[in-house]
């Protein structure tokens, strides 16, 4: 695995079961109706209960400390939201490595789903030894 | 509330500067980092085995609960209400970007505080005509240092769906603009909430109403600028008969002076008729007549053009 400016990190595929979108709301304390009531989502007009945004920043975060290994030090994530991630549907996370210096990385990450991309953005990490992951 | 008044609101909010709200119900605390890791899949043992939170926690430990309403009226709320009673009811977030200070240790306690940060719209968008709000967080430690910082963006639209209340309570708007390719860029400005004034490609000229060629240098080449909405009222007229489709009358048909030169022909809204006067100052607002239609209009404005 390189860590060189356009080297892609491994893809990570999610299945959002609605266990997952559930657990995942209740772990971040968000008890918002439609992300875990499939009535209610559906009453305001969405197909199914979808995962909440801080779900999204956790995903996003630990696919790049997945790829970036415990020593990684995560110091910014920045995320453009589009297309909701429902229940049922498949999360598909691809990143590549933008910026590089000393020590000090930026990943460009997208995470797709079946209607388009749910979130795409950067995410800045430090690694405390240079060289490392490699 | 008018755009306008809207607008207003968001500088009020923004002015406040940050309001600091109540601290997190729990510190930081291994079994909830141990939760969030297991629901996230997340099988990273740094966290634990240094006692820190994961950095994308930083909202979570300030969330209210199940039955837990949030205590503290935030700079964000009397927005989002106003937004709310104004018809932009929809919401759907755009943005999210955090900024991780330090990771946040287990057993200390975080406070969150709240910045109004930016109104921008009406805009026209996929789901309808919205406002985009954006706000910031920052967390603090016990050190009254920050932690994390969030700025957080969100559309409020007006739902465009036949099914919704505010579309179902709007018929089709009965005057509808002829758009052909003089015109085109002018409503294509509106639905992004910009005011274009055709400008000659060649000679500079500005002109209002768009046509095909340059009155002063005959050229068919053209391009726009977009204007500062400004404008003074240079005259008007108050229309009460005969009835206009789609309109109640009495109302105010005025011609405003824009500071780029030109004149142009819109209705004068947010004033009673006897305080209109010639002169006043004006600023553009964006009124959706239908929900495909959106006109240009005039509001008093404290800014001189």
Known sequence: ?134 | MSDEELHELAGKQAALGEVRGTPAQDPVNAPMIRHWLDAMGDENPAYLEKGVAPPAMAQVWTMPGVRRSAKDRSPVDDMIAALDASGYTGVVATNCEQTYHRYARVGERLTPATRFADLAGPKRTALGVGFFATWKVTWYGEDDEPVADMLFRVLKFRPRTKAAPAAADRPAYPLQPAINQDTAFFWEGVRQGELRIQTCADCGHHRHPPGPLCPQCRSANSSHLVASGLGTLYSFVVHHHPPVPGRETPFVVGVVELPEGVRIVGNVVDCPIEEVAVGMPLRVTYRPMDDQLVLPMWAPSKEEA
Request: aromatic letters at 6%; proline letters at 4%; charged letters at 20%.
């Open chain 1, 1 to 134: 695995m390189g860590a060189e400016i356009g080297s892609a990190l491994p893809e990570l595929a999610i299945d959002l079961t609605p266990t997952f979108v559930v657990s995942t709301a209740l772990a971040t304390m968000d008890f918002t109706p439609v992300h875990h009531d499939v009535d209610k989502a559906r009453a305001q007009g969405s197909k199914d209960i979808f995962l909440n945004i801080l779900t999204t920043m956790g995903l996003v975060e630990r696919y790049v400390t997945d790829w970036a290994g415990p020593e990684a030090v995560i110091e910014r994530v920045a995320v453009k939201l589009g297309v909701p991630a429902y229940a049922g549907d498949r999360l598909c996370f691809n990143g590549t490595v933008v910026s590089r210096e000393e020590g000090r990385f930026t990943v460009e990450v997208r995470g797709k789903v079946s209607l388009g991309d749910h979130a795409t953005g950067t995410v800045t990490l430090a690694l405390a030894e240079e060289g490392k992951p490699c």
